[in-house]
């Protein structure tokens, strides 16, 4: 089990993650969708799967007594240097850390997509609707690091990691090809890669798929 770094050494960014930090929101990620996978329903969308996903990692974190991080619901990100009171867009699911707190740019980021072999449509948006957020910048600006979760609908999960990884590749470049990283024992399969944000700033991305398949 991932335990917590207590604190944070003084002066450390906001956007910094310890590698506790990141195997903690790894275990809650994974542990919390094999959890929720008994309430999902056959046919149920991306956004109420979510919901289950995040209840059921607030009631684990809330088992191991973590006290220094807090799991928030869909958040809205706001252009503040304008008075427009339009939204950018919506986070699936955010974590802040102890020394994050107070800071509403400081946040792990967690963007959902269901996934499934041989479905180019969700297999494509998990691209161009998931990880393309982080490339622009539109989701975790300046983070270190970023997190995908794919909900996969149908096996082999060879064959969606193929797909996802092809699309990387042509779109971003090779860094951003899936790298195999150790799984979680509550995931079918952890990778890593790095994309450019913003053309300026490279961020790391660890892409998480879980068995969902209760909701094809």
Not at 11 to 21: I, W
Not at 63 to 80: K, S, V
Not at 155 to 171: C, G, H, Q, T, Y
Request: charged share 20%; hydrophobic share 45%.
């Amino acid at each position: 089990m991932s335990l917590l770094t207590p604190d944070i050494p003084y002066g450390s960014p906001a956007f910094a993650l310890s590698d506790d930090q990141i195997a903690t929101v790894l275990d809650l990620v994974c542990r919390g969708a094999a959890d929720a996978r008994a309430d999902i329903m056959p046919g149920m969308l991306e956004v109420p799967t979510t919901m289950v996903v995040r209840k059921a990692m607030r009631r684990l974190k809330k088992a191991l007594g973590f006290t220094n991080l807090q799991i928030r619901g869909e958040h809205e990100l706001e252009d503040m240097s304008t008075s427009d009171p339009s939204i950018l867009g919506r986070i699936d699911i955010t974590l802040q850390f102890l020394h994050q707190f107070g800071d509403e740019d400081a946040y792990v980021a967690v963007e959902c997509k269901r996934v499934r072999a041989g479905d180019a449509t969700l297999n494509g948006s998990y691209v161009t609707n998931g990880v393309h957020r982080f490339v622009t910048g539109q989701y975790a600006a300046g983070h270190e690091w970023g997190f995908m979760l794919g909900y996969v609908l149908g096996v082999p999960i060879e064959d969606v990691v193929s797909f996802v990884d092809a699309r990387l590749r042509k779109a971003y470049g090779d860094p951003a090809a899936l790298g195999l990283d150790t799984p979680h024992p509550a995931s079918l399969a952890v990778f890593n890669s790095a994309v450019v944000q913003s053309g300026q700033h490279t961020i790391r991305l660890k892409h998480v798929f879980v068995d969902m398949l209760g909701a094809a």
